[in-house]
């Protein structure tokens, strides 16, 4: 995997869906630290790095602000004549651009629900101070309700795959047992994304449409749930982790910053900077929200990322978070142990050709 920071990740998310596939409730798989073997061998660990690294490329030189397409609309021609090659229905494997534009709409709208289920829940008095138990009332109802928010993005000739995708959504918002939050829940939110993407209702073509309008109104849903519920980071490294709950926006926010006129790296410790161009940027405005919740010298607070700040060059930067998001994400057994894995992201090793 060494190189593959270089390069767009394979086709395998790009393919159809088999036309009867065997959709299962996805369970974890990694029980113990030598286990780690089979998930960085596996089909899941392939297609997951794959697909952040497509999305990572897509949004490369471009702002939150950027206008984009989803889907080019003589695309669907293409996969038409495409599906009729294959003798198949065109509707059994691939969403239209316009269905692909309205489930990044119906997604956009899945988390404004549950923003609006914070601000139904709210906190409730107790003595200590972090994991306000008002999270546990919000969770239960996500966790009643998945299944259908998940039903209203996904069309009813795929409604079969909604038991399984809608894991990974209820994954993707902290554990209601600990009431916290960290890197292992965003992994599963990119999960639920990608299997999105492995059915049809998303495409990879959409990278953009997925990073700038989903993700990113996922992460404001989640410093919600984080600064409403006091939720506590999961399995935090302290001053010498990148960030307490946070990981993917600094790739791919440091692959918008790449080739920027004027914005370098040692310009997000300055505070100007950072307010004048937060909303442009995810990189900058995960800046903007640790200062509005540490206090305290930067440099004392967000060790790691004062030491970024240092880099020269945002391209530097970005390949240099991959290279950590694989060491200390996805190659640490106290954070995949709670991935959970089923047919659109299998344990079996990955299959060649």
């Not at 889907?71 to 996969?79: A, P, R, W, Y």
């Not at 209702?201 to 109104?217: G, Y």
Request: charged letters at 25%; proline letters at 7%.
């Amino acid at each position: 995997m060494a190189e593959g920071e270089r390069q767009p990740p394979p086709d395998s998310l790009e393919e159809a869906p088999p036309a009867t596939p065997n959709f299962i409730i996805p369970k974890k798989e990694i029980h113990t630290v030598p286990d780690m073997g089979k998930w960085k061998r596996s089909q899941a660990y392939a297609d997951y790095i794959g697909f952040i690294l497509t999305l990572n490329e897509g949004v490369k030189g471009k702002k939150l602000t950027f206008e984009y397409k989803v889907s080019e609309l003589n695309e669907v021609h293409e996969e038409k004549e495409q599906a009729a090659k294959q003798n198949v229905s065109c509707d059994e494997c691939i969403l239209s651009p316009c269905a692909r534009h309205c489930a990044i709409e119906k997604l956009v709208a899945l988390l404004n629900t549950l923003d609006r289920w914070i601000d139904e829940t709210p906190p409730v008095d107790q003595p200590s101070r972090f994991g306000n138990k008002a999270y546990r009332t919000w969770y239960a109802k996500l966790d009643e309700e998945a299944e259908n928010l998940v039903a209203t993005v996904v069309p009813t000739h795929l409604a079969a795959a909604v038991p399984e995708v809608a894991v990974y959504l209820k994954e993707s918002v902290g554990n209601s047992t600990r009431i916290d939050y960290g890197t292992g829940h965003e992994a599963a939110f990119a999960a639920f994304l990608c299997c999105l993407c492995k059915i049809g209702v998303l495409r990879v073509d959409d990278q953009i449409a997925i990073v700038f309008k989903v993700f990113n109104r996922y992460l404001e849903v989640m410093r919600k749930l984080q600064k409403t519920y006091r939720m506590e980071p999961a399995g935090s490294q302290g001053v010498w982790g990148l960030d307490d709950f946070q990981f993917l926006p600094f790739i791919w926010g440091s692959s918008q910053l790449i080739d920027h006129p004027y914005l370098e790296p040692r310009h997000f410790v300055d505070e100007k900077a950072v307010n004048e161009n937060h909303k442009d940027y995810m990189f900058l405005e995960c800046i903007l929200f640790i200062t509005e919740m540490k206090t305290g010298p930067f440099a004392e607070h967000s060790n790691q990322l004062w030491n970024i700040s240092a880099v020269p060059s945002w391209s530097k930067v970005n390949q240099g978070l991959i290279r950590m998001y694989k060491a200390e994400c996805l190659e640490k057994f106290p954070v995949i142990q709670h991935f959970k894995f089923g047919s659109l992201l299998p344990i079996h090793p990955v299959t060649s050709g």
